[in-house]
């Protein structure tokens, strides 16, 4: 009987491992490089701050460096549905929009006054 014990308890303490490992999603994200460019198209060469949402919440954010970004140091939006619209800030400041492609990458340039 203890040996039955024993392998119920095994089958039990696996089942809920399984279940609880298949179940974790890995976010969806979509990564984004490019220049940042004046309207004149000069690269603006001063580091700003790079945010991204969808839907009014935050999905991303990074800083330039030497009018780049998502080079030296990966951008990715997280945790959007393809189609959704992924809004640009440049130091708070519109940039553009874009649509979110689950696994996307994309060179994205963006634009500030």
Not at 20 to 44: C, E
Not at 60 to 89: A, H, P, R, W
Request: aromatic fraction near 16%.
């Amino acid at each position: 009987m203890e040996k039955m014990n024993k392998k119920f308890l095994l089958i039990f303490v696996l089942a809920v491992f399984i279940s609880q490992n298949s179940f974790a999603q890995i976010p969806s994200y979509h990564q984004f490089y490019g220049s940042i460019k004046n309207q004149n198209d000069s690269l603006i060469t001063r580091n700003l701050e790079i945010k991204a949402y969808i839907n009014g919440t935050l999905a991303g954010s990074t800083t330039s460096n030497q009018g780049l970004y998502g080079y030296s140091e990966l951008f990715f939006v997280l945790n959007g549905e393809d189609g959704q619209e992924i809004k640009f800030y440049i130091n708070n400041i519109l940039s553009k929009s874009y649509n979110f492609v689950s696994e996307g990458v994309t060179e994205l340039n963006l634009i500030w006054p």
